[in-house]
């Protein structure tokens, strides 16, 4: 039922709405263009969080795909219709578990927590 369906689309949130809206929807679109910017932030969000996600095609994902136990779905942020084709394949298709493959919240944390010399001591 289309009644059902809210789509969010927040420019800039700070970091506490960022998080609390991958959080509260299902599917969670990248659709960065190569600005320079980096999208690494929320596509690792929504990865952790277990969301399904859609990414533009750009250096970003290259940088992310090695690191996944699966592809994520894809379009070409110069065609509309790829746009429009991914977010219909990502709604019907089952639900793809993606995922980091040997990182976590807890490991990202372990990692950071031993950079600042702080290990274990937590």
């Given at each position: 039922?289309n009644?059902?369906?809210k789509?969010y689309?927040?420019i800039?949130p700070?970091?506490q709405?960022l998080?609390?809206?991958v959080?509260?929807?299902?599917?969670?679109?990248?659709?960065y263009f190569?600005?320079?910017?980096?999208?690494?932030?929320i596509?690792?969000l929504?990865?952790?969080?277990?969301?399904?996600?859609i990414?533009?095609?750009?250096?970003?994902i290259?940088?992310?795909e090695?690191f996944?136990?699966?592809?994520?779905?894809?379009?070409?942020?110069n065609?509309?219709?790829?746009?429009?084709?991914?977010?219909?394949?990502?709604?019907?298709?089952p639900?793809k578990?993606?995922?980091?493959?040997?990182?976590?919240?807890?490991s990202?944390?372990?990692?950071?927590?031993k950079?600042?010399?702080?290990?274990?001591?937590?």
């Amino acid at each position: 039922d289309n009644n059902d369906r809210k789509v969010y689309i927040k420019i800039s949130p700070d970091n506490q709405t960022l998080i609390s809206l991958v959080k509260s929807v299902d599917i969670v679109l990248v659709p960065y263009f190569e600005t320079g910017q980096s999208g690494s932030g929320i596509a690792s969000l929504a990865i952790q969080f277990g969301k399904r996600v859609i990414f533009s095609d750009t250096h970003l994902i290259k940088e992310l795909e090695p690191f996944l136990n699966e592809r994520p779905n894809l379009f070409d942020v110069n065609l509309d219709e790829s746009l429009i084709c991914a977010i219909r394949e990502t709604i019907i298709e089952p639900e793809k578990k993606i995922s980091f493959k040997s990182h976590s919240f807890k490991s990202n944390i372990d990692v950071y927590l031993k950079s600042m010399g702080l290990g274990k001591q937590l």
